[in-house]
């Protein structure tokens, strides 16, 4: 025999296994990788049809805008800095609003004073005009604030006609009006409120207010701006929190936020200068909040800066300084579009690429999970296929296929366009497809040890693809915009590596619509620093849980694989202590009834003894020893545990053929499945070459051959290629092996014709078959099992099935099931008859016969009423003959060979012929088939003739 074949060379011969069979398959592949194909088609179509519809809709919004902008004046006429040349007027927003600002062209944005919050303007502050503003203050150096305060609202006013905006730059300007987000012109000079408050020190004279206006051109458009006077006081406060708790107290009793009861006036804001001085500088201060809602607005608070820096240069340098505040503006723009362009790709793109990729996933769980349903995968393991080499092949073309569908999937987005491609930098791609695609291939793997039928695999399989995709692209971004959602748990949803698959497509989507750092479009190496961006953070989560999750499938796939019968907690193997022998006997009662049962059965007894012996000085020849070996399936359900194989002995030496008969259910078939291990002994072991089979069953298969009932084929391997890969499995190489493999195909009558050369799906079931015992002796094994090995073919193939086997048995041990009297006598060298989970009566043909069948058969057919004179007849011939068979005037009698000669049984039927019609008689030695039949029922009385 030939050393077992080392790792490489099973991985090599799987993978020219996996070769053929691919090229074989190729259309599936081909359909596969051009699923993406397919999509990133279908999306390029879908977005070229909506950019042709949104483009025609453009040119509509166009010319509505141009209409639109008829009545619009020129905004660059407004303010002194920013002036255009004629030639360049365009048409911009009037003064009618922010609404306007949001489509029109600003290049020359009007310039405005800045100006302070006063009240919200309802009204009450322009109607009454007697009420004055209230500015609190406080500060370590009362006296310091008291001179910063005096002068920081002029009082002399004096308006140079020619320069409006330079003389109101040296006065505070207030307003009433609350100011929105984005806005070209302060609603404050808008049409609806033309009112502003100039603050000032001192009580103000009746008619101190005065108007004027923007427009330095074309005036007429805008209506003048009136500005009131309004006094300011000033009221210090001990401390800021005096300040905090008049504000907070009096904002409780009035729903009207900054209308304070206590005061008359409304305060506008409080300043507080800390631990100010000449020398230092340090102010905080509030401003009035113009509404409820939670943005302060910004636009506010220069006045106030400017105010209180003015004050304190004019206290350092003198009365004369002066810091003014001319204008404020907003940044040029260019006309916008209402409507933004629909990017299907981006949009569209977090959904369809996950689908896309997680496609992957069912297809591999599915390729699994049919392997292990349709025991392929143990038939090549019980031919010597170790469970690395196997991982190694299926975890590389797995792989390799996914790299292809990614590949074609990249390359197709690329070609067509597509940004989300295009832009973002190929090496991030690469690694974070390539981490994610390992990562399917390892959760596949964990996943298919809990299956064991494709149906509901393939099921859940796909609930599961589908759904995730849907939950990512509906809640994920929202849970990833919202800021009050923790982080952390953030991390814990990207465990699950579907949604880690979104989020990284995600992140690539944003950064091809919002653009990186840089301001250029598309994510960067660099840009993983980011700490906004999540592709570090999954790509690490990814990695992790990719090793995990090899693992871990590896350690379910040795559990729940009973083939390897290894324990949950396998990996402790080394440090239990070896159970002693006598320990196992935790069911001493049942062995003693067993050994009173089988007391009666010498044959049994002497088998046992025969194994006890082998145990105690192992003879080199005998290949198989079972030593008391039981199996017992846990009832459900309340049921009572059944017995399968209730403690049997059995020793096969090399070169025998033995066969197993009995009746279906028996427990022939759990005995098969013991020894090729696929289940486990409930007690009791055996030997196969020395090697046990509860711990070494990984290293038997390298010697075992196994032909199971239902044959295990690929169906699109042809014959020879079926026994190229078993005989690479048994470490067959170069000429041996294709002459091995010559040399089967011959001999099993599938050479001639072709038929070694087409397709196992192609074949008959004879063919199939034939097949199947050829698997089984190729390389040699010592020993081989095989399950009713001749079922479905036809006499003359059996008759050379048969040959083969009795040439193959010469140096094997064999154990051989069969329904096949005739097949059990022409093949085996001994015969145990097993009848409910045990062995009762073992031995070669001739014995058994002898023993259960010490009788002739004598079978007489005559008219009905001449049955009795048979029956005296045979009565006559032998006192002890008993009748086992009577239906119409055919009787069956079994005659002691001891007690009967035959001459004479001839002599009475020859006169019994002359007495009454006599249309049919035989006498028969005993067959098999009554022996088995005897057996089978268990016949107490044939046990006294033994
Ligand atoms: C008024 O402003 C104009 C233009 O800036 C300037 O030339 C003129 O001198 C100013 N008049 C006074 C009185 O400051
Ligand atoms: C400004 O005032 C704050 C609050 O009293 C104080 O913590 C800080 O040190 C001051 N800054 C300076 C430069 O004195
Ligand atoms: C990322 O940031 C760290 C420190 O914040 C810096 O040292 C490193 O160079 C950065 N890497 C890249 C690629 O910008």
Request: aromatic share 12%.
């Amino acid at each position: 025999m030939s050393n077992p074949a080392s790792f490489w060379t099973q991985a090599n011969a799987l993978l020219r296994k996996n070769l053929t069979y691919q090229k074989r398959d190729v259309k599936t592949n081909v359909r596969l990788v051009l699923f993406p194909v397919i999509l990133v088609v279908l999306l390029y179509a879908l977005q070229t049809a909506v950019d042709i519809v949104q483009s025609a809709s453009l040119q509509d919004e166009k010319k509505t805008k141009a209409a639109a902008c008829k009545g619009c004046v020129c905004v660059h006429d407004i303010g002194r800095h920013a002036k255009c040349p004629d030639s360049e007027k365009v048409c911009g927003p009037r003064f009618l609003g922010p609404e306007d600002a949001n489509t029109c062209p600003v290049p020359y944005p009007p310039e405005w004073p800045p100006l302070l919050q006063l009240e919200v303007g309802d009204g009450l502050f322009s109607n009454d005009a007697a009420r004055n503003v209230t500015m609190l203050f406080t500060g370590t150096d009362q006296f310091f604030g008291e001179s910063l305060f005096g002068t920081m609202f002029p009082t002399e006013l004096s308006i140079n006609e020619s320069d409006i905006m330079a003389s109101l730059a040296s006065v505070v300007l207030g307003t009433e009006f609350g100011l929105d987000l984005t806005v070209f012109v302060d609603p404050a000079l808008s049409i609806n409120s033309r009112i502003l408050y100039r603050l000032q020190q001192d009580q103000c004279k009746v008619n101190s207010s005065f108007s004027f206006n923007f427009n330095e051109g074309d005036s007429k458009m805008i209506p003048d701006v009136k500005v009131n006077c309004t006094q300011a006081f000033t009221l210090w406060r001990k401390s800021f929190s005096d300040i905090w708790d008049e504000l907070q107290l009096e904002d409780r009793d009035d729903d009207k936020i900054g209308y304070y009861k206590l005061h008359k006036n409304p305060i506008s804001g409080a300043f507080d200068f800390l631990n100010s001085n000449k020398n230092i500088f340090n102010v905080s201060f509030l401003i009035y909040k113009h509404d409820n809602r939670d943005k302060i607005n910004m636009n506010r608070t220069p006045r106030s800066v400017n105010m209180i820096s003015n004050a304190f240069l004019k206290f350092l340098l003198g009365n004369g300084t002066k810091m003014l505040f001319d204008f404020i503006g907003e940044m040029p723009k260019p006309a916008s579009s209402d409507t933004t362009m629909i990017d299907i790709t981006s949009l569209l793109g977090g959904l369809f690429y996950t689908w896309v990729i997680l496609q992957l996933f069912p297809v591999i769980l599915i390729s699994l999970v049919y392997e292990k349903q349709h025991k392929i995968r143990m038939m090549m393991k019980m031919h010597g296929l170790g469970d690395g080499p196997y991982w190694l092949i299926s975890y590389a073309y797995f792989l390799a296929i996914s790299m292809a569908y990614m590949l074609c999937f990249v390359l197709m987005g690329s070609f067509f366009g597509f940004h989300f491609f295009r832009e973002n930098n190929y090496g991030i791609q690469f690694v974070f497809y390539f981490i994610y695609v390992n990562l399917q291939i390892a959760s596949a793997f964990l996943v298919a040890a809990l299956f064991s039928n494709v149906k509901p695999a393939t099921v859940t399989a796909y609930i599961v693809v589908f759904g995730t995709g849907l939950v990512a692209a509906f809640l994920f971004p929202d849970l990833l915009k919202n800021d009050l959602f923790p982080k952390k748990w953030i991390i814990v949803i990207e465990f699950y590596p579907g949604f880690a698959l979104f989020r990284g497509l995600n992140e690539f989507a944003e950064y091809v619509s919002v653009g990186n750092s840089s301001g250029t479009l598309g994510m960067r190496w660099q840009d993983l620093n980011d700490s906004t961006n999540g592709m570090k953070q999954i790509l690490i989560i990814m990695s992790i849980e990719w090793i995990v999750f090899l693992f871990v499938a590896y350690y379910l796939d040795q559990v729940s694989s009973s083939a390897s019968g290894r324990s949950p907690f396998f990996f402790l193997k080394g440090f239990q202590k070896k159970t002693p022998l006598s320990s196992q006997n935790d069911n001493m009662p049942m062995q003693g009834s067993r050994a009173l049962a089988q007391m009666d059965k010498p044959d049994v007894i002497q088998e046992r003894e025969k194994v006890e012996e082998l145990l105690l000085e192992p003879a080199g020849n005998h290949r198989i020893v079972c030593n008391e070996l039981r199996k017992v399936y846990q009832g459900r359900d309340g049921n009572p545990d059944k017995v399968a194989v209730r403690g049997l002995f059995l020793a096969v030496p090399q070169g025998e053929c033995f066969g197993m008969l009995g009746p279906n259910g028996a427990g022939k078939t759990s005995f098969i499945s013991m020894m090729i291990g696929l289940t486990k002994p409930t007690s009791g072991t055996a030997f196969v070459q020395g090697m046990d089979i509860r711990t070494d069953m990984n290293g038997l298969y390298t010697s075992m051959g196994v032909c199971p009932q239902h044959n295990l084929l690929w169906e699109r391997l042809t014959g020879r290629e079926h026994l190229l890969f078993y005989g690479r499995l048994k470490n067959l190489k170069g000429s041996a092996l294709t002459q091995a493999v010559e040399e089967s195909l011959k001999s099993l009558n599938l050479f001639n014709g072709g038929v070694a050369d087409k397709q196992a799906g192609k074949y008959s079931g004879g063919m199939k078959r034939r097949l199947s015992v050829a698997i089984s002796l190729i390389g040699n094994p010592n020993v081989v099992y095989m399950d009713e090995p001749s079922t479905g073919l036809d006499p003359a193939s059996r008759k050379r099935l048969w040959d083969v086997i009795k040439t193959a048995k010469k140096d094997r041990a064999i154990i051989l099931t069969t329904h096949s009297m005739e097949e059990a006598e022409a093949l085996c060298d001994r015969l145990g008859i097993f009848v409910d989970g045990s062995l009762q009566c073992i031995g070669n043909s001739k014995e058994l016969k002898a023993r259960y069948g010490g009788t002739y058969v004598l079978t007489m057919t005559t008219p009905w009423e001449h049955e009795k004179e048979v029956e005296n007849m045979v009565r006559l011939l032998c006192p002890n003959a008993n009748k086992i068979y009577h239906i119409s005037g055919t009787q069956k009698f079994e005659l002691p060979k001891g007690e009967v000669r035959i001459a004479d049984v001839f002599g009475a039927v020859d006169f019994a012929k002359r007495n009454f019609t006599v249309s049919a008689w035989g006498l028969t030695d005993t067959t098999m088939e009554d022996v088995f039949i005897k057996v089978a029922r268990g016949d107490p009385h044939s046990q006294n003739l033994s």
